[in-house]
Nanobody
Framework: QVQLVESGGGLVQAGGSLRLSCVGS???????????MGWFREALGKEREFVAA??????TYYADSVKGRFLISRDNANTVSLQMNNLKADDTAVYFC???????????????????????WGQGTQVTVSS
C-alpha cells in the first residue's frame, strides 16, 4: 500500500523558516518519481488549498501567496521537501503531501492545482507561525 508521511512541522516565529519532508513508501521509487508530488494546506475554518507541486520534469508550480518564499524539491526518488522561508501568520495550517498517478513528463498548472488529480495523501503536519 502506497503511503506518504510528512514531517518537519512545528511552531516558528514570523520571519522564520521550516523545512517539510514527505517520504513515500509501499512502492518503488519510480512510483513517486514518475508522478507529480504536491503540497496543500488547510487552515482552521478554511478549505484545503494548493501550495506547491513538482512534476516529472522537475518543473515547479506555486500558489501566488507563497511564490518567492517557498521552494519545492525532490530529494530522492521517494522524498519531496518544501522549504518555507519568511513565514507569515497566514501560513499557519496543516500541510499535506500528495501524489498523483503516473503522469506525462510535463504537467499543466491546472492539473497540479486540482486536488482530485491526487490519488494518495499523507496525514498532514501542523505548521504554526506566531506573529
Amino acid at each position: 500500500q502506497v503511503q506518504l508521511v510528512e514531517s518537519g512541522g512545528g511552531l516558528v516565529q514570523a520571519g522564520g523558516s521550516l523545512r517539510l519532508s514527505c517520504v513515500g513508501s509501499g512502492a518503488s521509487g519510480r512510483t513517486f518519481s514518475e508522478a507529480c508530488m504536491g503540497w496543500f494546506r488547510e487552515a482552521l475554518g478554511k478549505e484545503r488549498e494548493f501550495v506547491a507541486a513538482i512534476d516529472r520534469s522537475g518543473g515547479t508550480y506555486y500558489a501566488d501567496s507563497v511564490k518567492g518564499r517557498f521552494l519545492i524539491s525532490r530529494d530522492n526518488a521517494n522524498t519531496v521537501s518544501l522549504q518555507m522561508n519568511n513565514l507569515k501568520a497566514d501560513d499557519t495550517a496543516v500541510y499535506f503531501c500528495a501524489k498523483t498517478p503516473r503522469t506525462a513528463f510535463y504537467a499543466t498548472r491546472r492539473y497540479v492545482e486540482a486536488q482530485n488529480s491526487y490519488e494518495v495523501w499523507g496525514q498532514g503536519t501542523q505548521v504554526t507561525v506566531s506573529s
